[in-house]
């Protein structure tokens, strides 16, 4: 499948910081100047950055400017600490995730902070769009669940997750296989972001119990 002008330019911004000519710190051009060089849409840039935020690869202040995190870890392996785990099945991933990120949801929903309940209903909504376009919106995926479980406000938790992520990356692209799971998937994620921005903690934790869950099971038929 040909990678769409959003996609490529994500990649392209990831490039940028893992190659050093970003490095952690440092201000990031305008949209305008990132248009320019990559020869796409001001919106594209825009949505591009926000999806990197997102992930937590950059911090956008607002009448400040944008900025890579300071945070090295983001120029390390991703998948090094993970390569001594060996072959980890599907099943047994999501078995894991079901134990931690429903309470993440809940947690979300009691300290998420306006921004990021805006940003998580954007990151659903997106996901609906991308869906039925038929384009792809694996990054727009993991940038809602890395989103609630940064706004969990359980830096340990966070950092747990973030560990996982190449895993949580691969499983996708075989959950979002199985048959009506897309739809389904984005149906939830909508349904977890309202739970979220009316704070309800326990529909938030239900809801993503029942998001996960349904993977698992259609997993072992």
């Not at 929903?109 to 919106?137: C, I, N, S, W, Y």
């Amino acid at each position: 499948m040909k990678r769409t002008a959003f996609t490529a330019t994500i990649d392209q911004l990831k490039e940028k910081i893992i190659n050093g000519e970003w490095p952690p710190g440092s201000r990031i051009p305008t949209l305008q100047q990132i248009s320019k060089e990559l020869e796409v849409s001001v919106p594209t840039v825009r949505e591009a950055l926000r999806t990197l935020e997102s992930q937590g690869n950059v911090s956008i202040e607002h009448g400040r400017g944008m900025y890579v995190r300071n945070d090295p870890l983001l120029l390390e392996d991703p998948t090094g600490n993970l390569k001594e785990l060996g072959d980890i099945s599907l099943v047994k991933l999501l078995a894991a995730r079901i134990l931690i990120e429903p309470e993440l949801a809940a947690l979300s929903a009691e300290h998420a902070t306006l921004t990021q309940v805006k940003q998580l209903r954007e990151l659903a909504d997106r996901m609906v769009q991308q869906m039925e376009e038929g384009g792809p919106f694996l990054d727009t995926d993991l940038a809602f669940h890395r989103l609630i479980a940064e706004s969990a406000q359980q830096p340990v938790l966070l950092r747990m997750m973030e560990s996982i992520y190449p895993l949580l990356s691969e499983g996708r692209k075989h959950t979002n296989t199985l048959p009506h799971m897309r739809t389904k998937a984005s149906n939830y994620h909508v349904l977890i972001a309202i739970a979220i921005e009316e704070r309800h903690s326990d529909q938030a934790r239900q809801l993503m119990y029942h998001h996960i869950n349904d993977m698992l099971e259609a997993l072992k038929k």
